[in-house]
């Protein structure tokens, strides 16, 4: 057996014990629409006379399972806090003026086309990632979504730009602040049952009618809440790998 087959072949044999563990639980998976369980229509059944909720999605996330979608809330947190901590600059480097440009290449300034795009992009993908937070209990979508679609409004700022451009409205102090107000928004929202003797994210708030904005007690606040966190926190990652790239240099020996 060669060296090379020899460093290779845990992986391979573990990649085919994977795949095979994979395909033996895909075939078990009962047929497109055999679930019987009692949760779905108990869920379908509730959602619009206990919480007045069009959206079953929304019930389930932020009422029927909302601790859990908390964890989820602060796995982000975390995962978004262990990738800064990675990217910090190190004793070794030190920052300097970015330069955005390939090291192989000269610098380009953004062509008309991607300028216009930009111009165009930012406001819709901004507009339409606060409809989609704010409507979150009403249609699909919601605060993950929307965190997502308002943290790519600002990416279009870069690639139709410079990176000085996105640095102007995306300061580091500020966008860390919402990431924190989002995640302990949702907190916050929970605690306020627990003084007048509820459960944790017991609803407070008059549930409204079915399908109108405010409407479904404190779901709409829980959209908004995840919204924040979600995209300061991507926010907050894609100027970290910017700034590595673009900004910190490793120092060279002399």
């Known amino acids: 057996m060669s060296g090379k087959l020899r460093h290779y072949l845990p992986f391979l044999l573990g990649a085919l014990l994977l795949g095979a563990t994979l395909l033996r639980a895909l075939c078990a998976l009962p047929p497109f629409g055999g679930y019987r369980g009692a949760y779905g229509p108990i869920v379908l059944n509730t959602m619009e006379p206990l919480r007045h909720a069009q959206q079953a999605v929304a019930a389930v996330t932020f009422d029927y399972r909302g601790f859990d979608t908390l964890a989820e809330e602060f796995i982000l947190f975390a995962a978004v806090a262990g990738c800064l901590l990675l990217l910090r600059r190190q004793e070794s480097e030190a920052a300097h003026d970015p330069v955005d440009q390939a090291g192989d290449r000269g610098d380009l300034e953004p062509a008309p ?101 405010l409407s479904t007690g404190m779901l709409p606040l829980l959209n908004i809440a995840v919204g924040t966190e979600v995209a300061a926190a991507f926010l907050l990652l894609i100027a970290a790998f910017l700034r590595q790239v673009l900004v910190i240099r490793r120092e060279k020996k002399p």
């Open 113 to 213: 086309a991607m300028l216009g795009l930009g111009v165009l992009m930012f406001p819709f993908t901004l507009l339409l990632g606060i409809y989609v937070v704010l409507h979150g209990h009403l249609s699909p979508g919601g605060g993950f979504q929307g965190g997502v679609l308002l943290a790519t409004a600002f990416y279009y700022v870069y690639l139709s730009g410079e990176y000085g451009d996105l640095l102007g409205m995306s300061r580091d102090h500020a966008v860390s602040h919402l990431e924190a107000t989002g995640a302990a928004g949702y907190v916050l929202v929970g605690v306020l049952a627990l003084p007048a003797g509820y459960n944790y994210l017991h609803n407070l708030l008059p549930l409204g009618d079915k399908g109108e904005l």
